[in-house]
C-alpha cells in the first residue's frame, strides 16, 4: 500500500460525459502528479500540483483539468470525453522537499462507451 | 517521439537465474533514472533508482547498471523468483522539470518455476 487513495476504482460513461477523478496523497506529500496509461502505451504524464499551484504540464488535452485543494487532495476532471480517452489513470504523489520518487495509486480505470 | 524505450516487451526467465531488462533513452540531459514494477490491477511500485552521476546502484537482488555513453541502462534481477513476475517501467527525469517521470511502455517479466 502506497498511502496513495484514488476514487473512484472503475468508472464507466458514455462519449460526451464529463467525469472527475480524486486522489489523496501520501501524508505529508506536498506534490500531485497525474498518468494516463491506454492500451499499449507507457505512462503519460499529464500534469503537475505542489501545494495547490500547478508546476508543470504535460501531454494534458484542453478537454482535461485539475486542480489540487487546500487539504493537498487533487481531482482529475474530463469532458467531452472520447472512446480514446478509455485508461488508466494514476495518480503520484511525492515528498515536500523534491525528490524523483514518486508514489503511485491504484489507478481509476475509465471506459468510455 | 518516444524519449525512453524498453525495446523487448516481455522476457521469460527461469527461477534462479538473471533477468536483465533494459531500457535506451535519447535525451542527454535526463539525469535521473528509476525502475519500476506493476502488478495487475495496482499501481506502479518504485523499486530502485540511479543517479546520472553514478554507473550502479544494488539494492539486494535489484541492480541498475547505467552508460551514459551509450545512453542505456538497464535492471538486473537476481536471483529471479516467481513473485517477481510483473511489468517493469523504467523512468527518466531532467533537473529543472519538477520531477515530472517519463516511462517507457514496460518489460512483462515472466520468471517461470
Known amino acids: 500500500d502506497s498511502g496513495v487513495t484514488q476514487t473512484p476504482k472503475h468508472l464507466i460513461t458514455a462519449t460526451g460525459q464529463r467525469v472527475t477523478l480524486r486522489c489523496s496523497p501520501r501524508?505529508?506529500?506536498?506534490?500531485v502528479y497525474w498518468y494516463q496509461q491506454s492500451l499499449d502505451q507507457g505512462l503519460q504524464f499529464l500534469i503537475q500540483y505542489y501545494n495547490g499551484e500547478e508546476r508543470a504540464k504535460g501531454n494534458i488535452l484542453e478537454r482535461f483539468s485539475a486542480q489540487q485543494f487546500p487539504d493537498l487532495h487533487s481531482e482529475l476532471n474530463l469532458s467531452s470525453l472520447e472512446l480514446g480517452d478509455s485508461a488508466l489513470y494514476f495518480c503520484a504523489s511525492s515528498l515536500a522537499g523534491g525528490t524523483n520518487e514518486q508514489f503511485f495509486g491504484p489507478g481509476t480505470r475509465l471506459t468510455v462507451l | 517521439d518516444q524519449q525512453v524505450k524498453q525495446n523487448s516487451p516481455s522476457l521469460s526467465v527461469q527461477e534462479g537465474r538473471i533477468s536483465i531488462l533494459n531500457c535506451d533513452y535519447t535525451?542527454?540531459?535526463?539525469?535521473?533514472f528509476l525502475w519500476y514494477k506493476k502488478y495487475p490491477a495496482e499501481g506502479p511500485t518504485f523499486l530502485i533508482s540511479i543517479s546520472s552521476i553514478k554507473d550502479k546502484n544494488e539494492d539486494g537482488r535489484f541492480t541498475v547498471f547505467l552508460n551514459k555513453s551509450a545512453k542505456h541502462l538497464s535492471l538486473h534481477i537476481v536471483p529471479s523468483q516467481p513473485g517477481d513476475s510483473a511489468v517493469y517501467f523504467c523512468a527518466a527525469s531532467l533537473y529543472g522539470s519538477n520531477y515530472k517521470l517519463t516511462f517507457g511502455k514496460g518489460t512483462l517479466l515472466t520468471v517461470n518455476p
Open positions: 501524508s505529508g506529500d506536498l506534490s
Open positions: 535525451n542527454s540531459m535526463f539525469d535521473y
